[in-house]
């Protein structure tokens, strides 16, 4: 019998593909909201939605702040008059339209269902990860998926996974396994819980002080053996 039963997935770039979805959003914005697409604006965008993430991470915002904030930051930015909730709508819109995968996903998800429970643990808008969930090839491999805007509370806060472990009979904090690939909620999320984890690490930087992660993999075929140990 496996180690761990219950896994925790993560969904964002981990399992979905979003920075691949997070691009045709924003180029989508761009065209609907006559903002001048470049690379340069792009990353822009990315650089203010990181660290507006970041504090919603630290409890500093409430998500349906940040998800409107960023385009207020960014048009101001660009000294250009619009509407940052047309922005928001627009760009949440087409995210949910994105169903695409990180490569090795669907199979990982295939095979490990049938020995495992498998679920989503999510801070993503609800609006969004619903449709998109819905639309994946991966639905069928869950258990159940769990969001933040539910939950009343997000990772890494301590109450979200009260919430998850209210909902999944049989989960203790030593038979499941969070796998993530963000620090400040994922990981961070983990320590504050005392669950083991799995840091999702493609580009394989180094691990932070602050942080602990019982297993490091840059590519999701790797889980295997962590799972089969």
Not at 39 to 61: H, P, S, V
Not at 97 to 123: F, P, Q, W
Not at 136 to 147: E, M, P, V, W
């Amino acid at each position: 019998m496996s180690r761990y039963p219950y896994l925790l997935f993560d969904a964002d770039n981990t399992l979905f593909d979003f920075t691949a979805a997070e691009r045709i959003a924003f180029r989508r914005t761009c065209e609907k909201n006559n903002i001048p697409w470049s690379e340069e604006n792009y990353a822009t965008y990315k650089e203010i939605n990181a660290a507006l993430w970041a504090d919603f991470d630290r409890g500093l915002y409430e998500k349906s702040f940040v998800v409107v904030e960023r385009f207020r930051r960014l048009l101001a930015h660009l000294g250009i008059e619009g509407d940052a909730d047309a922005c928001m709508q627009v760009q949440e819109d087409t995210l949910g339209e994105c169903s695409m995968l990180i490569d090795g996903a669907e199979t990982l998800c295939r095979k490990l269902s049938e020995t495992h429970k498998l679920y989503l643990v999510t801070n993503a808008v609800a609006a969004v990860q619903k449709r998109r969930l819905a639309a994946s090839t991966i639905k069928q491999y869950l258990s159940g998926a769990f969001i933040s805007e539910d939950a009343g509370a997000a990772k890494p806060n301590t109450a979200y996974f009260d919430y998850v472990f209210s909902r999944i009979n049989g989960i203790t904090r030593e038979n499941c396994l969070v796998i993530g690939d963000s620090l400040t909620s994922d990981i961070k999320g983990a320590n504050n819980y005392s669950l083991p984890c799995v840091w999702y690490n493609p580009a394989g930087k180094p691990l932070p002080e602050g942080y602990h992660a019982d297993y490091i993999i840059r590519d999701l075929d790797e889980l295997y053996a962590i799972i089969d140990d």
